[in-house]
């Protein structure tokens, strides 16, 4: 293999041309390392947040349990009650971040986040209703939310009955939607005693609280399905920067790239807040932070589901240390999310894509 | 008239008729309809309510009946209880429809919402401050705490929007606003996680309601929406210059950053307004400017008029509605709003005029 730019003019800037005999493989170069710096970073931060509890764990106990060296007691808790749950934590993060990648690159709009087709307002509204309609105010099985969620989007659909310009019109009726939906929680809500509320509120904040193995197993079985579908669709949605007209004459067919972004972005989205509850921010700045990773030219959708991985790590560590009682993750991911992100745009203070 | 239509279209184009905003016949006869059914919706709100007073009694007080004037119950139902909550529904429709549009056009975002400058992130994180740490718990208190925490919020987001080289510009402004609303929003969940009791009352503030309003808690809000309003109407020719892009704005000699900035702090004043009148309603600041951009077309001036109208009419009903569901209970007002305005928004969306007026980002 040699690493050969025989035609610099047309090789992106950021990329290698590989080739070996006939074959040629175009290597992105910036993606490549950003990746490479992603993965230990997230690493490092699954060790950090199985080692963060109230009840301590120092690092080598952590690192002999995880390798399952260490003595059985440790091994279980490592493996079978804190591994879970920082798994299931990053896949959710993954998902939230590639779901927002896809939404806000098909609309070119940074504001354009998945909550907006209506997956959190549906989600919530399931679990408000199983809360509602059991005798103890408990909320139901883990299903219910994105059942809730793809139902919700599901609608949304078939009422905006078809994405429109720039998937504008999905989005616009996805807020029409999934603010009647949310007026519909409301009102089962008020009538609700205060048990029921404050279940549903530790829910509706986004919480990692007893996701485990349970969930885990069917969580990796949609992402292992879904990420390369995403992964193309980015691909294609590369093409969607310049405007309609020019992905048309590139062979695009804009209406199905459309389309399948959009029914991706939704069972990803909805997967993920089923899950772990609407955590806010992740869907929005993750994209941004990958997009400021890997440059101007590219549609991070691999950058996207790191970053939010690493983001929710984060979180997830940082709220079981920080405070006496465990914090929520979506607590932390707002609270600290924000400035954070705030930190990274106005530090080089450049803008990248529209607003 | 000989002239086709194309002709005359294609002479206004070179020779404008008139220096008034509303050149088109579409959005006069909208601001008029608009203007009509919200004198109508006014008489309404006058007439019905959920005590005991009925329409028609309340109708003999309007007219001037005496036996209706000298009854003390039909007067506090009406004058006490009806007006303020009449006047609140307009005030908070016309801050927001106002707010919604300027905020859509400065960003030059259609998916813009006046509580995107943290407004009402900020006010909620007052009001649980204030409910949890200040024992505030009347409406007048909460009214200003959401007041003064709504603004507050606002102008730390439009400090970081105006710092930097690239101060002003619609992406920043668009992201400082979503990471410190979304860390005022986090700072709202942590403390309510710690107490239950601020929970409850938390619940049915941020559920909106006009119930309780008094007028002495509306007449020292007036002069801030008049500032607003002023700013908007200041705005509205510079905000067209900035729908061509910066660029162009600034050979016709406006300053974008400064403008947009100035904007932000009038959508800051009316939302913020409405957010201590109403409860954090944000979803009418983006409902009613994207029916005057289907209306008004790319007019500026006629979008502000109609925005404001249409976020008034619909404020309006949906607090009469909350009235008569489900006598003799109230419903939160943001519910109903929910329910005329969804379906609104939908019914908007679907009709092919946006297609264009949308697709700005």
């Known amino acids: 293999m040699t690493a050969s730019g025989t035609h610099p003019a047309l090789t992106p800037p950021d990329s290698t041309v590989l080739r070996a005999g006939t074959l040629s493989w175009l290597f992105p170069r910036r993606s490549a390392l950003v990746a490479a710096f992603l993965v230990p970073l997230i690493l490092l931060l699954i060790t950090l947040a199985i080692m963060a509890s109230s009840t301590g764990m120092p690092l080598s106990q952590t690192l002999s349990g995880l390798l399952g060296t260490g003595d059985p007691g440790t091994v279980m808790i490592v493996r079978e009650f804190r591994l879970p749950r920082v798994g299931v934590g990053i896949m959710v993060g993954a998902a939230l971040g590639i779901a927002g990648c896809l939404t806000q690159t098909l609309a070119g709009n940074r504001l354009a986040t998945p909550d907006l087709i209506g997956v959190n307002e549906g989600a919530t509204a399931a679990v408000v209703a199983s809360a509602a309609g059991s005798a103890t105010g408990m909320v139901g099985g883990w299903w219910l939310g994105p059942l809730g969620a793809v139902a919700a989007a599901v609608l949304v659909v078939l009422c905006a009955g078809g994405a429109g310009s720039r998937g504008y019109r999905l989005l616009v009726v996805g807020i029409g939607v999934s603010t009647f939906i949310g007026a519909v929680s409301d009102l089962i809500m008020s009538r609700e005693n205060d048990n029921t509320a404050g279940g549903v509120f530790l829910w509706a904040v986004g919480s990692l609280n007893g996701r485990d193995g349970s969930v885990g197993t069917p969580l990796l079985t949609a992402l292992l399905f879904l990420v390369p579908l995403a992964l193309m669709a980015g691909q294609r949605l590369q093409l969607l920067r310049f405007d309609d007209d020019m992905a048309a004459c590139l062979g695009v067919d804009l209406r199905r790239v459309r389309a399948v972004a959009l029914a ?37 959708v691999l950058g996207s589901a790191l970053t939010g991985a690493a983001l929710i790590a984060a979180a997830d560590a940082l709220g079981r240390v920080a405070a006496p009682v465990e914090l929520p993750v979506g607590v932390v991911t707002s609270v600290l999310g924000g400035p954070f992100l705030l930190w990274v745009l106005l530090r080089s203070d450049r803008t990248t894509g529209k607003a | 008239m000989s002239i086709t239509k194309g002709d005359r279209l294609e002479a206004e184009r070179v020779r404008p008729r008139s220096r008034s905003p509303f050149r088109s016949r579409t959005a006069v006869w909208a601001a008029a309809g608009l203007v009509a059914v919200l004198l109508g919706f006014v008489l309404l709100s006058l007439l019905i309510g959920t005590g005991s007073s009925s329409a028609a009694r309340a109708w003999d007080y309007l007219r001037g009946d005496p036996s209706a004037r000298a009854d003390a119950q039909l007067r506090l139902a009406v004058l006490e209880v009806r007006l303020p909550r009449t006047l609140a529904a307009v005030l908070v429709g016309v801050c927001l429809g106002t707010a919604g549009c300027l905020l859509q056009a400065a960003t030059r975002n259609p998916l813009a919402e006046t509580g995107l400058l943290g407004v009402n992130s900020g006010a909620a994180f007052a009001v649980v401050l204030g409910l949890t740490f200040f024992g505030a718990t009347s409406s007048s208190a909460l009214l200003l705490w959401a007041l003064v925490g709504g603004m507050a919020a606002s102008a730390v987001v439009l400090l970081f929007a105006a710092s930097g080289r690239t101060a002003g510009s619609p992406l920043r402004l668009v ?48 002069p801030v929406v008049a500032v607003g309003l002023l700013i908007a109407l200041g705005c509205a020719r510079p905000l067209s210059a900035l729908g061509l892009g910066d660029d162009s704005a600034r050979s016709l000699g406006h300053r974008p950053g400064r403008v947009r900035l100035l904007v932000a702090a009038a959508v800051s004043l009316l939302a913020g307004c409405a957010v201590a009148v109403a409860g954090p309603i944000a979803f009418l600041g983006l409902l009613a400017p994207y029916a005057a951009r289907a209306l008004a077309g790319a007019r500026m001036a006629a979008q502000l008029v109609l925005s404001a109208l249409i976020a008034a009419d619909v404020m309006i009903l949906a607090d009469i509605l909350a009235r008569i569901v489900i006598r003799p209970w109230e419903t939160p007002v943001s519910v109903l709003l929910a329910f005329v305005g969804g379906p609104l928004l939908v019914w908007i969306a679907r009709s092919s005029r946006l297609s264009t007026a949308g697709a700005a980002a």
């Open chain 1, 264 to 300: 991706l972005a939704v069972a990803l989205a909805g997967i993920a807040v089923g899950v772990g509850g609407p955590i806010a921010f992740v869907a929005l700045a993750a994209p941004i932070l990958a997009q400021r990773l890997s440059g101007p030219t590219r549609v991070p």
């Open chain 2, 175 to 222: 992201l400082a606003g979503s990471a410190l609303g979304a860390t005022f929003h986090g700072m709202t969940s942590y403390v309510l996680l710690g107490t239950q009791s601020t929970y409850d009352t938390y619940r049915y503030w941020t559920i909106g309601s006009l119930a309780g309003v008094e007028t002495s808690d509306l007449l020292p809000l007036l």
